[in-house]
């Protein structure tokens, strides 16, 4: 990925606090073009950071929680209450510390079986879907990286050819529950901005494949991120951007 946006932080404080700001950026370009804010959360333990510093001032009132939407970029197939939940971790840390409407929290439905989940998805996405979509343009996507070159729940050697804006899928990594659903390419690639957040040296090798080697998507699902005409910015911690050249 030749011209990358690439920005590497010391740790995950440094990187937490420079993506509150993109959010509160992009949260107020949102709602002063559109209205509304509607932003797609990622799972993984990176993002934790950033979702404890918007839960808290100075950025908890710099942000007009009224009009912000959230939603998921991958869910495991688990209850909502379970600790393995992307719903819960973000109501955990955040959402439930802002004032945010509950009818704007659209969560992944892990409660039921894959292929209903991904239907009721796919149904909530095309009620918000921009004129010739079946799905929202959103306007802030976040997204991890796995050591495997995975994001959301797009995992190696996955189907590429898929149609359905939500699919269900089958996967291990470190032992986190492998029934996942997760946006496709389509619904992210159409995003205004997407922001990639991605720590740890276990990292350095597959992301160092990722944004210098060639085109490999199947090897390296991250690669199948590429905004149409929105960006795409790589926020890093010294460790992960290592090998980096
Ligand atoms: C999930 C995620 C997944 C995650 C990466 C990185 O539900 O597991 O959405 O794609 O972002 O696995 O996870 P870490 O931030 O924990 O490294």
Redesign the pocket.
């Known amino acids: 990925m030749t011209n990358a946006d690439i920005r590497i932080f010391k740790d995950n404080n440094e990187l937490s606090l420079a993506a509150s700001l993109l959010w509160v950026e992009s949260a107020r370009e949102a709602i002063n073009a559109r209205g509304r804010f509607l932003v797609v959360l990622?799972?993984?333990?990176?993002?934790s950071g950033l979702y404890q510093l918007l839960a808290e001032e100075p950025y908890r009132s710099q942000i007009d929680w009224k009009k912000t939407s959230v939603f998921w970029?991958?869910e495991?197939c688990v209850s909502p209450t379970d600790e393995a939940s992307?719903y819960r971790q973000a109501m955990d840390i955040l959402l439930r510390h802002v004032p945010i409407l509950k009818e704007n929290v659209h969560r992944i439905k892990g409660e039921l079986i894959p292929v209903d989940a991904v239907n009721d998805y796919a149904q909530l996405m095309e009620g918000f879907s921009d004129p010739g979509l079946t799905w929202p343009r959103f306007d802030l996507v976040l997204?991890?990286?796995?050591a495997d070159g995975?994001?959301?729940?797009l995992f190696p050697n996955s189907d590429e050819t898929e149609s359905s804006p939500v699919l269900a899928v089958s996967a291990h990594?470190q032992g986190?529950p492998a029934q996942r659903v997760t946006l496709s390419p389509h619904i992210f690639n159409s995003a205004r901005t997407i922001i990639f957040l991605v720590t740890?040296e276990d990292k350095a090798d597959v992301l160092k494949s990722v944004l210098n080697e060639s085109h490999m998507p199947k090897r390296y699902p991250a690669q199948r991120i590429q905004p149409k005409d929105g960006k795409i910015i790589w926020l890093l911690d010294e460790a992960a951007g290592s090998k980096i050249t």
């Not at 990622?42 to 993002?47: A, F, L, Y």
């Not at 997204?143 to 796995?146: A, D, N, V």
């Open positions: 990622s799972g993984g333990n990176t993002p970029g991958d495991r992307n997204l991890g990286m796995g995975h994001t959301a729940s990594y986190r740890g």
